[in-house]
T-cell receptor, first 112, second 113 residues
Framework: DAGVIQSPRHEVTEMGQEVTLRCKPISGHNSLFWYRQTMMRGLELLIYFNNNVPIDDSGMPEDRFSAKMPNASFSTLKIQPSEPRDSAVYFC??????????FGSGTQLSVL | DAKTTQPNSMESNEEEPVHLPCNHSTISGTDYIHWYRQLPSQGPEYVIHGLTSNVNNRMASLAIAEDRKSSTLILHRATLRDAAVYYCILSFRGSSNTGKLIFGQGTTLQVKP
């Protein structure tokens, strides 16, 4: 199994641009999580899906952030418009039975 | 979500055992205790989890206090590769919280050769 796949690995963009981060969970997993990590705030849970349905998006910082999961094998996290304070590493994770979370390698986002 | 308290950092010598403590005095009866670690420039990875009894796997052991208000992750023989941030997390295993984990600041483990 290839594990959780995130793309791109690195993204550099300018303030005001739209950014889309992508995640392919492990096949058969039914829960997907988006986390953000910064030095100041550590690992923050942004949103999670169960069976493609958003269950808790209380961690999404503001309306500029949106996440979708159109099917069991794909999810996106979109930031529009992006701001320098959005610079962080964004992780996607998935789980099948809630016992173990499997994380992707992350997307390093830099907003200039 | 119940909170955990961990030391900010710890040091260990290579090939010696390491005991990483975690306090969770407000744990509820349905909370599982999870440990994850994050190596530099990588996503977190699962280490071990338990509910009431001590647990062992190929990576580590988890010792849970009888009152469940604290636990200890034990690395039996630290290697340089074990240098990472270790997170102790409580997870409610209700149907609406499947796998939801809230990470704290963790303990940064330094392993000296």
């Amino acid at each position: 199994d290839a594990g959780v796949i995130q793309s791109p690995r690195h993204e550099v963009t300018e303030m005001g641009q739209e950014v889309t981060l992508r995640c392919k969970p492990i096949s058969g997993h039914n829960s997907l999580f988006w986390y953000r990590q910064t030095m100041m705030r550590g690992l923050e849970l942004l949103i999670y899906f169960n069976n493609n349905v958003p269950i808790d998006d209380s961690g999404m910082p503001e309306d500029r952030f949106s996440a979708k999961m159109p099917n069991a094998s794909f999810s996106t996290l979109k930031i529009q418009p992006s701001e320098p304070r959005d610079s962080a590493v964004y992780f996607c994770a998935s789980t099948g039975w809630g016992e173990k979370l499997f994380f992707g390698s992350g997307t390093q986002l830099s907003v200039l | 979500d119940a909170k955990t308290t961990q030391p900010n950092s710890m040091e260990s010598n290579e090939e010696e055992p390491v005991h990483l403590p975690c306090n969770h005095s407000t744990i509820s009866g349905t909370d599982y205790i999870h440990w994850y670690r994050q190596l530099p420039s990588q996503g977190p990875e699962y280490v071990i989890h338990g509910l009431t009894s001590n647990v062992n796997n190929r990576m580590a052991s988890l010792a849970i206090a009888e009152d469940r208000k604290s636990s200890t992750l034990i690395l039996h023989r630290a290697t340089l590769r074990d240098a990472a941030v270790y997170y102790c997390i409580l997870s409610f295993r209700g149907s609406s919280n499947t796998g939801k984990l809230i990470f704290g600041q963790g303990t940064t483990l330094q392993v000296k050769p």
